[in-house]
């Protein structure tokens, strides 16, 4: 059985942070700190990417309204959107011709581009309260936040279960990059059960996600 994305659930997290950061700046300094688990920061290898996609054949495709691509499996669908005018990138397992057409593993993706200009605050700042605060409305399940830095790019990364007819396992994923301060929101979602089987393929496509907004 098919499910609806989750792209109804960007708005419940983000919305009120994106579209008035000061207030998110000051909600976060309200709420607890949420453990962080620092990750090695040494970007991932051509033999690892190789290992994790050993059982996937991931086709590059480029985005050149930001500059950058992202790789899938070939029978995968792409909706790229456009992401600097606020749109929203799609790339799923499923068949979809739009944002409201369900799926159940893939991914979606925004853009914020002056959220942390706004908020007067490091796009790594920016990016950790509103990981906090995203982190807080997923629930006790949800795991400690990871944190990683490779060259320009902060990430932060946590995972967390929403119950349903099919329980999914969803990644959300914040990568700041502090040259430009642009901040990228991703949210991977799998059928629960597949989770684990899946998690070497979205490894695989996160870290091959190229990002360049400003260039």
Known sequence: MKIKSLIPAIPLLFTLALLNPR??????????AAEVIPQSSAPVTNTAVSAATKSSDL????????????????????????????????AAKEKITGENDPYTSGLSMTLDRNGAKDSGQKASDYAMVLAREARDKAGE???????????????????????????????????????????????????????????????????????????
């Open 23 to 32: 207030k998110a700046m000051a909600d976060g300094r309200n709420t607890p």
């Open 59 to 90: 086709i590059s495709h480029e985005l050149p309204e930001i500059h950058g691509s992202i790789s899938l499996p070939k029978e995968w669908t792409l909706l790229p959107g456009k992401l600097l005018e606020g749109d929203v990138l799609l």
């Open 141 to 215: 399940e949800a795991s400690p936040l990871r944190e990683s830095q490779n060259g320009p790019f902060h990430e932060v990364s946590f995972d967390f279960p929403v119950p349903g007819d099919q329980p999914l396992q969803i990644t959300e994923v914040l990568r700041s990059n502090e040259k430009t301060g642009t901040l990228a929101v991703i949210l991977w979602q799998t059928p629960k059960e597949e989770a684990v089987a899946l998690q070497p393929l979205r490894d695989a496509i996160l870290s091959n996600l190229k990002l360049d907004p400003e260039k």
